[in-house]
């Protein structure tokens, strides 16, 4: 099996579901008997929310960098919004970074969506380092929530600091409601916290759990798949 990279900790809720997600899933290929070899690197999420993108970056490569010298031969980064620093670190590193949106746009083509709605925080949705991957690679588009800055605040005051209410449950179904209505036929739960929200629970549209198809993706490259 090949060493994997985690970067985490924004948020530690999304982290151990991912550190729980991958060791699952390689068991149930490999069996029980065996795990892994996993290096994590926990940030402290103040970074993020600092907005600071110079700093943002550095802290990344220099994290990443580390992992590298460590002996991972790649890196997932265990949200989607540090997802921005991809276009600066990955040229930067020997190894790859398997990009969250690349999993996301490998089941849509699967499942033969073409438009997506994209909920997530405010820098996911309207930068693009998740909308080209998907445009560029898959042929998708995406479809942006009507209430951007209440989609963002649910996520940032509360689903990141592991508060899960029926309140937020309903303000995303609405939301996917609208996006039905505005042509999307499927929608990325595009924050890491989103599918523990949002798990189980009947929607309109088919659901894409980012973190659930990351993790596969990070499996797939430990056993060579």
Not at 156 to 184: H, N, S
Request: hydrophobic share 40%.
């Amino acid at each position: 099996m090949k060493t994997l990279g985690l970067i985490g900790g924004t948020s530690w809720h999304a982290t151990v579901e991912y550190y729980r997600l991958i060791n699952t899933l390689v068991a149930n290929e490999i069996g029980a008997q065996a795990n892994p070899e996993l290096l994590l690197y926990s940030l402290n999420v103040e970074v993020m929310r600092k907005g600071d993108d110079d700093e943002i970056n550095a802290k990344y490569l220099e994290v990443s960098q580390t992992l590298q010298e460590a002996g991972a031969e790649a890196i997932v980064i265990c949200a989607n919004t540090p997802h921005m620093v991809y276009e600066y670190v990955q040229p930067k590193i020997k190894i790859p970074i398997l990009h969250i949106a690349s999993a996301t746009g490998k089941e849509a083509a699967n499942k033969g969506l073409k438009k997506l709605g994209l909920l997530g925080t405010k820098p996911t949705m309207q930068r693009d380092f998740i909308s080209n991957v998907l445009a560029t690679d898959f042929g998708i588009q995406t479809l942006l929530p009507k209430d951007l800055e209440q989609c963002h605040k649910y996520i940032a005051d509360e689903l990141t600091q592991g508060k899960f209410t029926a309140e937020a449950k309903e303000f995303y179904k609405q939301q996917i409601e609208l996006l039905k209505t505005q042509g999307a036929d499927g929608i990325i739960l595009g924050c890491t916290e989103l599918p523990i929200l949002m798990k189980n629970e009947a929607t309109v549209l088919p659901l894409l759990s980012t973190t659930d198809l990351h993790a596969q993706m990070a499996v797939d490259f430990i056993l060579g798949n």
